[in-house]
């Protein structure tokens, strides 16, 4: 990268883009909370939920995020896959209300972390235990027990509880995530 | 500096297109950079660009590289760039039926079509039809519905059209658009309008109701669009040619109505209309040709083309009413446009009268170069048409036949030449010596095999009765020395017949056929030395059966036995008897194939795969049932034959299938009551003396709207042929169970049983005769005499008027092939030979003369010559 471009990334005078993909079981809330980070006036409504996938854009202390929001239907969560090679950042949304499946959340981390195109690749991991405000709501803590995170050793990661409804939580977790891409973006630089 | 010469060339030949050389692999190499974190709007339009241009250039992406771009091209949805959104589109349409799980774009294309920007909505809609499969169709429906009555017209369009194509994956879903369509008719947008008048029609064309009830509807509203006009007029023609009313009706009136639109599209269409209605009268037809007329003048000549091109099509219906508009056609002859003046020429070729024939040939001949092969095939068409019109006229149409002949020109074009050429030489007897003049001499230069072929095997079978046959043989023999294997072959088997037919020439033919034992093609020397030797024994017999008449069997079935016979090999020799014979088209059938092609320009599309004779197709449905199998070949089916009114509770139709000592039969039964579920079908048969029922096999189960099928076999009487004619009654006996009309599923176990009479079957003798075609009656019949027993008898047949009536009677009745065309009455005689040939079932021949002579009513002497006594006797004794 050229001596210019370089100062101008320093100083924060123009953006640097970064993909992020938003993976999750099926109703965990990913469009929910990819929908809080967007501008005030582009925020939707009412969320149904996502078939394949959808882009969506937003910014966080000058990195310009390009989220790719994956359905998190069975039946598609074989395509996640297709977006694993370039993306920078991975937000991993839980829903901490339903013990039942946290098995199948594992499962499918486990996958995740297995592909070639992640295992050897220092990818920050962001966790949002979400739906945080449900009475039976697990902890980030049980959750980060639960799914075994302490065995991640190759790449940051961080669990956040949250409630996308409210906004709650979600802040602090996507400022951490920028901040882990910075540091990488600036290390390879 | 060949490198730099071949480079030099290519720019030529580019003619500056700037994808010429692409390579798929690179393309695809390029197509990488769509997964770039920052995208490079205008690199990617061009690369998906060259993408798009592979594609439809014809080029084949695998499953696993359409999948890769595929996803690939997805996270171009990231970039905001107007143009590669578009691209991105086209890019889905084109791989949705290569790639997999393509519906992974189905939220992004949803969020497009909703969104704000309307240049990407009404892409996005079709980009989401066409990777939508029916399961998924349920959850977009609600944005389909929406987008049907959206305000902006291209999304409402995009949304009808995509949902036209959506009916053929899941027509429940979309059936249930039929309000938000209806909502859009009321459009004021043409286009809108047009489109769903469109859809509308498709959801409900199958309920005439719902139809006729749409089409009273808008034909009150007056639509806004005339393309909606011109579709909706297509719906009620089709409308009236269904139903029976006579032409006041309120339909027709709006379709005369139309005639006075003020859109030009319009008023063709609705002229189009009523000349093409089937029961126009000549009072009805008046206002519609006088439109053409006037539209004949037009300076437009998309609207003359449309005019002069519906008369010609009229001119065989209406010749009349096309009369009035002559002089108007004959100003169109000149004109700068040569499809128009073709199509003139043509028109006025059918109306016109005999002293205006050579005058028009003579128009026709000056510009016959110029214009295209399909059109030279519409002169050539209306010219065959001339030709059995006007008798008299051969000689001046056959000359201009040979000089088209000798003229450039495709296959097609050809061919129709000389099939018109064949149809006047068996039409008109006084033509035919010139007609095989011409073909000889074309033949000369002909360089399409399959012709040449034709006009030989035509030679062999009509050179021998010309006053001159040596003649032919000179153009013959030609072929042998100058042509490929195939034509040389061909014209082998033409020298045979002559040689077979005429004594004198015999000695002739048989050097020739010496001479081609040298060739050096297989087929050549096995086919003149297989004549040569059947010529060397003399023997009037062997002639006939092995050189003038060509194989009886049907070809697909021949294919089939030989097959099964070298797969499972057997000590017994192959028997050409076991193979069913070839059915003959009726003259009916052809003629309606003809009719079907004359006039039109249309391009046929690919050939159809060569047609399989019914027989065929019953006898490998019959021999998948057991029970049947064991009875040997299907000998012939029989017609369908109704045993019920159509519109009844149970609609039943039955198909004769006879084998050499059994009869099947075929009952096919419609249930239409849609609150029943008909268990066990079968049909109780009350066989007449002599049959005995072998066995039944009922339809387990009959859904209503379905055609299942049951079946009874019966062995013919033994040893008493007389008895084998005979009627039967039937009844249909079935177990009912009341059902739910919307599900189709019983409400009860129980059922109770049921009947339902049945008209009373006839097997009759036609069903057990297979016709056959012979070339050569008349040797057949001398060839007969020793061998076979005749009988004789005479009938006064006093309830026919005419000869031709008795002919057709005579024929439908026995069931045999007329031959040596004996079935076309010559007009103005009071006397006629009838000869009929055919195959009883068992394979005994049977030869038929009836000599018939008309004085109040018709008087028949039939003679019939059969290898078995009885079968004579039962053809004898059944006529009377």
Known sequence: ?189 | MSAFKRDKKEEEDGGGNPFQNIEKTTVLQEARVFNDTTINNRKCTHILTKLLYLLNQGEQLGTKEATDVFFSMTKLFQSKDVILRRMVYLGIKELSSIADDVIIVTSSLTKDMTGKEDLYRAAAIRALCSITDATMLQSIERYMKQAIVDRNSAVSSAALVSSLHMTKLAPEVVKRWVNEAQEAVNSDNIMVQYHALGLLYHIRKTDRLAVTKLVAKLTRMSLKSPYAVCMLIRITAKLLEEEDSGNDSPLFEFIESCLRHKSEMVVYEAAHAIVNLKRTTSRELAPAISVLQLFCGSPKPTLRFAAVRTLNQVAISHPAAVTACNLDLENLITDANRSIATLAITTLLKTGAESSVDRLMKQIASFVSEISDEFKVVVVQAIRALALKFPRKHSVLMNFLSAMLRDEGGLEYKASIADTIITIIEDNPEAKEAGLAHLCEFIEDCEHTSLAVRILHLLGKEGPRTKQPSRCIRFIYNRVILENPTVRAAAVSAMAQFGATCPDLLENIQVLLARCQMDSDDEVRDRATYYSSILGQQDKSLYNNYILETLQVSIPSLERSLKEYTQSPSDQPFDIKTVPIATIPTREETELEKHKAEGMIISNGPAKPAVVSREENFAEKLSAIPGIAELGPLFKSSDVVELTESETEYFVRCIKHCFTNHVVLQFDCLNTLSDQLLEEVRVQLDPSEGYSVLKEIPCPKLPYNETGTTYVVLRFPENDLPNSVGTFGAVLKFIVKDCDPNTGLPDTDEGYDDEYMLEDLEITLGDQIQKINKANWAAAWDEAAPLCVEMEDTYSLSSMSTLEEAVKNIIQFLGLQPAERSDKVPEGKTTHTLLLAGMFRGGIDILVRAKLALADGVTMQLTVRSTDGDVAELITSTVG
């Open chain 1, 1 to 189: 990268m050229g001596l210019f471009t370089k100062f101008v990334y320093l100083l924060g005078v123009r953006k640097k883009e970064v993909n992020v993909l938003v993976v999750g079981l099926n109703n965990s809330g990913k469009s929910t909370v990819v929908n809080h980070f967007k501008n005030e006036e582009e925020r939707v409504s009412e969320i149904v939920p996502t078939v394949g996938f959808s882009v969506e854009r937003f910014q966080n202390q000058n990195l310009a995020f390009t989220a790719f929001d994956m359905s998190g239907h069975g039946r598609y969560r074989d395509l996640w896959e297709h977006y694993y090679k370039d993306c920078h950042g991975i937000i991993f949304v839980v829903d901490s209300s339903d013990r039942l499946r946290l098995v199948v959340v594992k499962e499918e981390l486990d996958l995740l972390l297995q592909h070639p195109d992640i295992c050897n690749r220092k990818l920050p991991i962001l966790f949002f235990a979400n739906k945080m405000d449900c009475k039976d709501a697990l902890s980030s803590v049980k959750i980060a027990a639960g799914l075994g995170l302490d065995k991640i050793m190759d790449k940051p990661w961080h669990i956040a509880a949250s409630n996308a409804l409210t906004g709650e939580g979600l802040q602090e977790g996507v400022e951490w995530l920028t901040q882990q891409i910075r540091d990488v973006i600036l290390s390879k630089n």
